[in-house]
């Protein structure tokens, strides 16, 4: 629960990085270790992860990096467009490497992370252009629903009049934040 579902990326991890660097490299760009080490623990990652999370991990793994320099490295990161950040839910902003362009779908009842292609944006970002002179920005921030086997389980067993409603705090993406956050515990263990 909470794991993204990818959309089958196929490119093998020690290459991604690789063309990655190489393509700072080529743009002139220093490749110091703190760069590197960053693009390969978003890279290693299940799941997004915070800058506080990314900042843990990589002072596990190089503690001769001050804490400091991995947040300035991850902004850098981002200037240059090699990293992106999106809203999962109510908690901080999460990482991934923009090589591979993706938006993301939060379920509210059980957590889970579906990335899907931004074509299947396509048509209603046209249309809010075209009717409203709108450019939306769809991958800064998840959509949010009930995924396929949530929907599923709610048809074969409804909520009889009896349940209690939901609580506020389990408001839209909350939950779905949590679980994300959740699953990459492990990562930022030794
Ligand atoms: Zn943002
Ligand atoms: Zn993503
Ligand atoms: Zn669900």
Redesign the pocket.
Known sequence: MGR?RHLGWSTVSAERVAAILESLRERGERITTARRALVAALDGADD?RSADELATEVARLHPEIHRATIYRTLETLRRLEVV?H?HLGHGPA?Y?LADQV?Q?LVCEDCGAVT?VPPAAFRSLERALKRDYGFTVKSRHFAVVGVCQACSEAAVQDPPTAASPTEPQENSPGGRGLAAHRRATGPLVQS
């Open positions: 993204c997004h992106e999106t999460v991934h993706h993301h990335e």
